[in-house]
C-alpha cells in the first residue's frame, strides 16, 4: 500500500471550515476509492471514481461532501462547512484498470479532527 | 444489503497458540471475499483475495479458507507482530467494498 499516497496524514479543522483531503493512487491504476473509518467502527464506502467520472457515489453523504479525480492530479475529497462527526480517518484506495474485483491498495490515511 | 460480522472482537493469544478468526457474510452476488491487516494509526495491507467456495490462501503463517457462507483467518504459531488488526471484506457488484469491523489480535510474548 506504500504506492497510495494521501495527504495530510493530519488535518485541523475547526467547525466550519472547509477540509481537503488527496489522494495519488499507485502509478497506473485509474481506479479510486474513498473509505471513512469513524472511532471505533469500520470501514465504510464513500465514494468510487475513475478519471473525470463518479461511477459509485452512494456511500456519500448527500450534503457538504464531494469528490473528484481530475484528468490531471490527485484525487479530492473535499468537506465543506466540517462538523465534529466529521472527525474520523479518511482512506484511499486504488485498482488498476479491468481489476476492480482483485485488491485494492490503501493509503495511510488522513486524520481529520474538527474542534 | 451486503453485511459482513468478524468475530470474536478482540483475541489474545499467546506465541505459539494457534488460532483462527471468523468471517461471515450475506451478500448478492459475491465477487470476491478480501482479507487485510490494519496496524495503529496505519491504512489496511492487503493480505488475501478468495473468489469461490473451497478456495484456500497461505501467507507465511496466515492461511485463509472460504465457504459459501464464511472465511476463516487461521493463524499458525503466531508471533507477537501478527499482533494487528485483522479486517474481512466482501466485494459485490459495483465495486465497492463491505468490511466488516474487524478482530483485534494481540500475542502476548
Not at chain 2, 478482540?10 to 478468526?21: D, K, N, V
Not at chain 2, 471468523?22 to 465477487?31: E, F, I, K, P, Q
Request: proline share 6%.
Amino acid at each position: 500500500n506504500a504506492g497510495v499516497m494521501q495527504n495530510p496524514r493530519h488535518l485541523v479543522r475547526r467547525r466550519g471550515q472547509e477540509a481537503r483531503l488527496r489522494c495519488s493512487p499507485v502509478k497506473g491504476h485509474s481506479h479510486v476509492y474513498w473509505y471513512r473509518q469513524l472511532p471505533e467502527e469500520g470501514l465504510k464506502f464513500m465514494v468510487y471514481l475513475q478519471k473525470e467520472n463518479i461511477i459509485d457515489e452512494s456511500g456519500m453523504p448527500k450534503e457538504r461532501f464531494s469528490a473528484e479525480f481530475p484528468k490531471e492530479g490527485p484525487s479530492i475529497l473535499r468537506i465543506q462547512q466540517v462538523v465534529r462527526g466529521d472527525s474520523a480517518a479518511y482512506f484511499c484506495a486504488s485498482s488498476p484498470p479491468g481489476r476492480v474485483d482483485t485488491e485494492a491498495f490503501f493509503g495511510q490515511g488522513t486524520r481529520l479532527t474538527v474542534v | 444489503e451486503d453485511q459482513v460480522t468478524q468475530s470474536p472482537e478482540a483475541l489474545r493469544l499467546q506465541e505459539g497458540e494457534s488460532s483462527s478468526l471468523n468471517c461471515s457474510y450475506t451478500v448478492s452476488g459475491l465477487r470476491g471475499l478480501f482479507w487485510y491487516r490494519q496496524d495503529p494509526g496505519k491504512g489496511p495491507e492487503f493480505l488475501f483475495t478468495l473468489y469461490s467456495a473451497g478456495e484456500e490462501k497461505e501467507k507465511e503463517r496466515l492461511k485463509a479458507t472460504l465457504t459459501k457462507k464464511e472465511s476463516f483467518l487461521h493463524i499458525t504459531a503466531p508471533k507477537p507482530e501478527d499482533s494487528a488488526t485483522y479486517l474481512c471484506a466482501v466485494g459485490t457488484s459495483g465495486s465497492r467494498l463491505t468490511f466488516g469491523e474487524g478482530t483485534q489480535l494481540t500475542v502476548n510474548p
